[in-house]
C-alpha cells in the first residue's frame, strides 16, 4: 500500500520561498524536472518517500521548563513572548529567529506551575539548504527566573 499527498501548490510555494528552481529542488529529491513539474500542478501525487525528503530541511526545536521543587512557581513574563529561539552559525552569526517579525501583547503575563508541571514551548526552523554546523539558544524570557540553554547540531 502507498501513502500519496497531493500538496503540490504546497511543495510549489517551499520551492520559490528557498530560491530554488524546478530542476534544483528535482535534483534534491533524486525525480526529474518534469516529475516534480507534475507533482506541483497536482498531476501526480507526493509520494510519501518524497515528502519525508522535504521535510528533512526543517529543524525542529523544544523548550522544557519544569517545577521540580515542593513548592508552586509563579513565572513572570513582561509580556505575551514567554520564550524564544535563535540559531547561530558556528561563527555566533545569528541567522534565524523564532520572533522575529511577530508581534506578541504588551501585558504582563504570569504562569503558575505547580510541583512537577512543565511549561512547553517549540519552533520549527525551515533551514533549507543550509548546511554546517549551528547553536540552538533557547530562551525562557521569565522576569524573575530567566533561563538559556544553548545546543550545539549539524545540518550535512
Same mark, same amino acid.
Given at each position: ?27 534534491? !529529491? ?44 509563579? !513565572? ?11 540559531? !547561530? ?68
Amino acid at each position: 500500500m502507498s501513502t500519496e499527498f497531493k500538496l503540490g501548490a504546497k511543495v510549489r510555494s517551499l520551492r520559490r520561498k528557498e530560491g530554488l528552481t524546478q530542476t534544483d529542488l528535482a535534483s534534491k !529529491l533524486e525525480i526529474s524536472p518534469s516529475y516534480l513539474n507534475l507533482i506541483e500542478h497536482n498531476q501526480r501525487p507526493l509520494p510519501a518517500h518524497l515528502l519525508v525528503k522535504v521535510a528533512q530541511r526543517t529543524v525542529r526545536f523544544a523548550l522544557q521548563v519544569k517545577n521540580v521543587g515542593g513548592k508552586h512557581v509563579e !513565572l513572570t513574563f513582561p509580556n505575551g513572548q514567554a520564550y524564544d529561539f535563535a540559531v !547561530l552559525d558556528a561563527s555566533g552569526r545569528e541567522v534565524w529567529r523564532w520572533s522575529r517579525g511577530r508581534m506578541f501583547t504588551q501585558g504582563i503575563q504570569n504562569r503558575l506551575l505547580g510541583t512537577g508541571e512543565a511549561m512547553n514551548a517549540g519552533a520549527t526552523w525551515p533551514a533549507g539548504k543550509a548546511a554546517g554546523r549551528y547553536t540552538v539558544v533557547a530562551t525562557l524570557n521569565s522576569t524573575n527566573f530567566p533561563s538559556e540553554e544553548r545546543s550545539d547540531f549539524v545540518l550535512p
